[in-house]
């Protein structure tokens, strides 16, 4: 079979990312602009900044992704971009360049969810890995249990009802002043706190597998604010690290009893919060316990990146999808949903 050259696209968000992926696997470059710096300042993603860098990036990265693959538009077979979720305005940027490359050079051109993306970044990490498997996938935006039958079926057997974990993450860092991105602020002061100094509340949402993550983060802006009422010196290490072993305890919990129930023993993470040192260590842990294959992917994946987005593309181009060239940026585009 020929190789498969795809050259992916990711602008969902707040990194302007272009890759070169073969057959899926094989990634020859990804290169990612990253906006960090430019939104510290304001606290969190502004989406008309980000749309604007996007604009400024895109060409750069499309052209050092090319050139660190040491190949042209012209060994390009497919062009994989990202098309939803996200901010439209982002999603535009990278739809618009997609579709332009894909037009003049009158290739296929492939529309990726942004979360399929993450869950094929496993697949880059650890080529042996198939389907089906059980996929914590936790970011942000999204906090999802997903059963990923075959390569382009999902099932989401549990999600949020309110506050993503990430979001919970970026909430409780800025209240107890620690600056934007708050996640990996939070996981690298939790390692100098104690995790059982405050005892916050595991919302467990009865006996299915949904999630709710805004009391918990009540919980910790209360107990912020009950403390400098009193004049009480913050322990922000142990917040952080009571903070986050209560969200690994919820997220593992509910994790092994779908894998159970369901008789899954692959489990896999994904998504920003995958990066997380206490998340990994837990699930890790957890999955040894209970003699089921683990696999996350490295730092690099977690985060938003295009060589995700070629994975993805590269079976979704197997199953026969194609777009054709009124592919629009879709910001709450649902997971499973086809073009």
Same mark, same amino acid.
């Given at each position: 079979?020929?190789?498969?050259?795809?050259?992916?696209?990711?602008?969902?968000?707040?990194?302007?990312?272009?890759?070169?992926?073969?057959?899926?696997?094989?990634?020859?470059?990804?290169?990612?602009?990253?906006?960090?710096?430019?939104?510290?300042?304001?606290?969190?993603?502004?989406?008309?900044?980000?749309?604007?860098?996007?604009?400024?990036?895109?060409?750069?990265?499309?052209?050092?992704?090319?050139?660190?693959?040491?190949?042209?538009?012209?060994?390009?077979?497919?062009?994989?971009?990202?098309?939803?979720?996200?901010?439209?305005?982002?999603?535009?940027?990278?739809?618009?360049?997609?579709?332009?490359?894909?037009?003049?050079?009158?290739?296929?051109?492939?529309?990726?969810?942004?979360?399929?993306?993450?869950?094929?970044?496993?697949?880059?990490?650890?080529?042996?890995?198939?389907?089906?498997?059980?996929?914590?996938?936790?970011?942000?935006?999204?906090?999802?249990?997903?059963?990923?039958?075959?390569?382009?079926? +999902?099932?989401?057997?549990?999600?949020?009802?309110?506050?993503?974990?990430?979001?919970?993450?970026?909430?409780?860092?800025?209240?107890?002043?620690?600056? +934007?991105?708050?996640?990996?602020?939070?996981?690298?002061?939790?390692?100098?706190?104690?995790?059982?100094?405050?005892?916050?509340?595991?919302?467990?949402?009865?006996?299915?597998?949904?999630?709710?993550?805004?009391?918990?983060?009540?919980?910790?802006?209360? +107990?912020?604010?009950?403390?400098?009422?009193?004049?009480?010196?913050?322990?922000?290490?142990?917040?952080?690290?009571?903070?986050?072993?209560?969200?690994?305890?919820?997220?593992?919990?509910?994790?092994?009893?779908?894998?159970?129930?369901?008789?899954?023993?692959?489990?896999?993470?994904?998504?920003?919060?995958?990066?997380?040192?206490?998340?990994?260590?837990?699930?890790?842990?957890?999955?040894?316990?209970?003699?089921?294959?683990?696999?996350?992917?490295?730092?690099?994946?977690?985060?938003?990146?295009?060589?995700?987005?070629?994975?993805?593309?590269?079976?979704?181009?197997?199953?026969?999808?194609?777009?054709?060239?009124?592919?629009?940026?879709?910001?709450?585009?649902?997971?499973?949903?086809?073009?």
């Amino acid at each position: 079979m020929k190789d498969i050259k795809i050259l992916a696209i990711e602008t969902s968000c707040d990194e302007t990312a272009a890759a070169v992926v073969v057959n899926g696997r094989d990634v020859r470059s990804n290169v990612i602009s990253t906006q960090i710096d430019l939104h510290t300042k304001f606290g969190g993603v502004v989406p008309e900044i980000a749309s604007r860098m996007h604009v400024e990036k895109i060409n750069v990265v499309i052209r050092e992704a090319l050139e660190k693959a040491n190949m042209t538009l012209d060994d390009i077979d497919v062009i994989g971009v990202t098309y939803g979720p996200g901010l439209v305005g982002a999603l535009l940027v990278g739809v618009v360049a997609a579709k332009a490359i894909a037009f003049t050079k009158n290739i296929p051109l492939v529309g990726v969810h942004h979360i399929e993306g993450h869950i094929a970044a496993n697949y880059i990490q650890e080529p042996t890995l198939e389907p089906p498997f059980l996929c914590l996938v936790v970011s942000g935006g999204h906090t999802h249990l997903v059963h990923v039958a075959d390569y382009n079926t +999902y099932e989401i057997m549990g999600k949020t009802r309110d506050d993503a974990a990430g979001e919970a993450y970026d909430k409780v860092a800025r209240a107890i002043g620690l600056p +934007y991105p708050g996640g990996p602020k939070i996981d690298a002061l939790s390692k100098e706190g104690n995790k059982d100094a405050i005892a916050f509340p595991k919302a467990m949402i009865g006996d299915g597998y949904d999630f709710s993550f805004s009391g918990l983060k009540s919980s910790v802006l209360n +107990y912020v604010n009950s403390a400098k009422m009193k004049g009480d010196e913050l322990p922000i290490a142990d917040i952080a690290a009571s903070f986050q072993n209560t969200v690994v305890e919820v997220l593992v919990t509910k994790t092994m009893a779908l894998a159970k129930e369901k008789g899954i023993t692959k489990i896999a993470l994904a998504g920003g919060v995958a990066a997380n040192s206490g998340l990994c260590e837990g699930m890790e842990a957890a999955c040894n316990k209970n003699g089921f294959a683990f696999y996350h992917p490295s730092k690099i994946l977690c985060t938003d990146n295009a060589a995700m987005i070629g994975s993805a593309a590269y079976y979704e181009y197997l199953r026969g999808s194609r777009a054709d060239m009124t592919l629009n940026a879709v910001p709450n585009l649902p997971l499973g949903k086809k073009i």
